[in-house]
């Protein structure tokens, strides 16, 4: 059974940056994906950043420039790491892995931008 670990969360101004990391129990570079997604009071949940095995990347428009997604597999650690942060981003950040295409979850992680 595979555990995600999210740490890194906390409280930023607007302008800031944080670094997120996700600690895989099993071998990340096994994995399908890797991937960050956020829920917002009030809204979905919605991807944030993924790679994926071969480490193609994807994002979401509203982050693209701002933040990047990486991965140590030395350390089964995903990182994603926030720039230039906006009250919009505040979210519960969530570490997702698909695993033989079943989705894993962390426990998420609480962003808060302040303006």
């Known amino acids: 059974q595979v555990q995600l670990a999210e740490s890194g969360g906390g409280l930023v101004q607007a302008g800031g940056s944080l670094r997120l990391s996700c600690s895989a129990s099993g071998r990340i570079s096994s994995f399908d994906s890797m991937g960050w997604y956020r829920q917002a009071p009030g809204k979905q949940r919605e991807l944030v950043a993924v790679m994926s095995r071969l480490g193609i990347t994807n994002y979401a428009d509203s982050v693209k420039g701002r933040f990047t997604i990486s991965r140590d597999n030395g350390k089964n650690t995903v990182y994603l790491q926030m720039n230039s942060l906006k009250p919009e981003d505040t979210a519960v950040y969530y570490c997702?892995?698909?695993?033989?295409?079943?989705?894993?979850w962390g426990q998420g992680t609480q962003v808060t931008v302040s303006a």
């Open positions: 997702n892995a698909k695993v033989v295409g079943l989705p894993r």
